[in-house]
């Protein structure tokens, strides 16, 4: 029972390269979110899903696109990759059901783009 | 957009003493607000939360404390040891968002023995 997938782990891109994080949940809930951290910064929000078929915008939604292919997927295309998207990207889902609050995190993609 | 601002940025105790991490909240609306500890290379984990309709909630060593009409919250460490060594986040909902969480940018904690 893994809760969040990620993959991939590490990528190495050049600038204006597109590519997929994608992100799985076992855990049968409703949302699903996509944070960047990066050093001094904090997590902040890219996209986010309350539920299968809707997406929203977040703090730094810029260069980035979504999918939530069915309510265990919730992927995020760079489309046209710049090093400003050099970061560890997590995806989140709730542990306990959307009302209770904590969000469950994978375990990171890191992503250098050169 | 709404902010969490956290502080201090980095903190340094010695083994035992107590640690003290303050957090400020804009968002009125907010209603839940967790706490997370991550250390290097790992995901983020909740530690402890509380909601708004609790002032203060503890769990063994650490413990929470809530002013909602100030818009802050605490979170205290006591009796400090070497693996509570981390960076701590706070967070707090954000409103019309789903359940998604707005974090705080952090306070790196080192406990020295």
């Known amino acids: 029972n893994a809760g969040v997938t990620q993959t991939p782990k590490f990528q190495v891109l050049k600038t204006g390269q597109s590519m997929t994080l994608q992100c799985a949940q076992d855990m049968n809930h409703n949302s699903m979110y996509w944070y960047r951290q990066d050093p001094g910064m904090g997590l902040r929000l890219i996209y986010y899903s309350a539920s299968e078929g809707t997406t929203d915008k977040g703090e730094v939604p810029n260069g980035y696109n979504v999918s939530r292919l069915n309510k265990r997927e919730f992927s995020l295309r760079l489309e046209s990759a710049a090093p400003s998207q050099t970061s560890v990207y997590f995806c989140?889902?709730?542990?306990?059901?959307?009302?209770?609050?904590?969000?469950?995190f994978g375990e990171g993609s890191r992503l250098t783009v050169l | 957009g709404e902010n969490v601002e956290q502080h201090p940025s980095t903190l340094s105790v010695q083994e035992g003493d107590s640690a003290v991490i303050k957090c400020t909240y804009s968002d009125s609306a907010s209603n839940y607000f967790p706490w997370y500890k991550q250390e290097l290379g790992k995901r983020p984990q909740l530690i402890i939360d509380i909601r708004s309709n609790v002032g203060e909630k503890k769990d063994q060593r650490i413990a929470v404390t809530l002013n909602k009409t100030a818009k802050h919250f605490s979170l205290h460490i006591t009796e400090t040891q070497p693996e509570d060594s981390a960076v701590y986040f706070c967070a707090a909902t954000i409103s019309n968002s789903g359940y998604a969480l707005n974090f705080g940018k952090g306070t790196s904690l080192l406990v020295t023995p």
């Open positions: 989140a889902s709730p542990r306990r059901g959307e009302s209770a609050g904590e969000l469950f």
